[in-house]
């Protein structure tokens, strides 16, 4: 069986969730397609489908793609020209299978990574920037026009770890941080109480003189 999946053969660029520039980084921009797997048939998917099976894994996403394609080379005048940084120009891989299926299947080519809400929004709706599809923010914001229709879309509060966080220290500090922050509050919160069933009982003893 001929398989393997997006994000086993990707590298970051940094100790960052997907990539690291000038302009920040940002988990939300791969989306979905970095749990998938590429097969190089329908033979294969169905092999690989029944592992996922027997694994207890039953959303497998499968993309089908020619294993023996060359790495694409996208010609400059179908890029966004653009000082920003698009999404492929941040990942690296020496799987040309992969990055073509980003291309093919995710337009990563087309996708621009900028700093902020602002400048978000400036790329996004204000230049008309030819071949440019999706701008997507450091904090997660993700904007894009359709015809005279423009989309602000907020960041995915709910979205799992990416597969290729290089590192867990800052997640787990974060989880220890909300952890304090919690007990913090809590422990506050009952001195809180206490104080308030103290006041009750001067209360109560001072109406019982």
């Known amino acids: 069986m001929r398989s393997f999946g997006v994000a086993s053969v990707l590298t970051s660029l940094g100790d960052l969730w997907i990539f690291e520039s000038k302009e920040g ?23 690989l489908r029944g592992c996922a099976r027997e694994a207890n894994y039953n959303h497998l996403q499968i993309i089908i793609y020619d294993f023996s394609r060359p790495r694409l080379n996208i010609p400059n005048h179908m890029l966004p020209q653009i000082e920003h940084p698009t999404l492929i120009s941040a990942l690296h891989s020496d799987n040309p299978t992969v990055m073509n299926v980003l ?14 809400y602002e400048v978000g929004k400036t790329v996004a709706f204000d230049q008309r920037i030819p071949n440019l599809k999706e701008v997507y923010t450091s904090d997660g914001y993700r904007m894009f026009s359709r015809g005279s229709v423009q989309t602000i879309l907020p960041p995915n509060k709910k979205a799992r770890t990416g ?12 989880l220890e ?3 304090l922050n919690n007990q913090e509050q809590g422990q ?10 103290e006041e009750l009982k001067d209360l109560q003893d001072k109406l019982q003189v």
Do not use: P, T
């Open 25 to 47: 980084c940002d988990k939300n921009a791969v989306g979905k397609l970095l749990n998938a797997f590429i097969a190089v048939d329908h033979k294969d998917s169905l092999l």
């Open 103 to 116: 291309v093919d299947m995710g337009n990563f080519e087309r996708q621009v990574l900028v700093r902020d």
């Open 163 to 174: 597969r290729l966080c290089s590192s867990f220290d800052s997640q787990i500090k974060d």
């Open 177 to 179: 941080r909300d952890a």
């Open 188 to 197: 506050e919160v009952k001195r809180k109480k206490r104080d308030a069933e």
